[in-house]
Nanobody, 114 residues
Framework: QVQLVESGGGLVQAGGSLRLSCAAS????????MGWYRQAPGKQREFVAG???????NYAESVKGRFTISRENAKNTVYLQMNSLKPEDTANYYC????????WGQGTQVTVSA
């Protein structure tokens, strides 16, 4: 059974940092391209960052230079380091395989105050 469990969200002031984690089970994690997505209230879920098997990464324009995605295959975990957070980064953050074909987890809420 596939399970994705996100953690690390919280309330932070603008300019602050958070590190999100996503633990995966039920998949051969090391073979998967993984990504982070987010969904703000009233908006569609959007891509934030991705990392493929070779460690190559890509980012949405809105987070380039501020967010960093990484993975630790030995722990079946993908991370998202978020720096210089802005109020517009407020959303529920999810991880998934690229392009999001696995069952979605609950996500972790990130709230950035002005």
């Amino acid at each position: 059974q596939v399970q994705l469990v996100e953690s690390g969200g919280g309330l932070v002031q603008a300019g602050g940092s958070l590190r999100l984690s996503c633990a995966a089970s039920g998949i051969i994690f090391s073979t998967k391209a993984m990504g982070w997505y987010r969904q703000a209230p009233g908006k569609q879920r959007e891509f934030v960052a991705g990392i493929i098997r070779g460690g190559v990464t890509n980012y949405a324009e809105s987070v380039k230079g501020r967010f960093t995605i990484s993975r630790e295959n030995a722990k079946n975990t993908v991370y998202l380091q978020m720096n210089s957070l802005k109020p517009e980064d407020t959303a529920n953050y999810y991880c998934n395989e690229l392009p999001g074909k696995l069952p979605w987890g609950q996500g972790t809420q990130v709230t950035v105050s002005a």
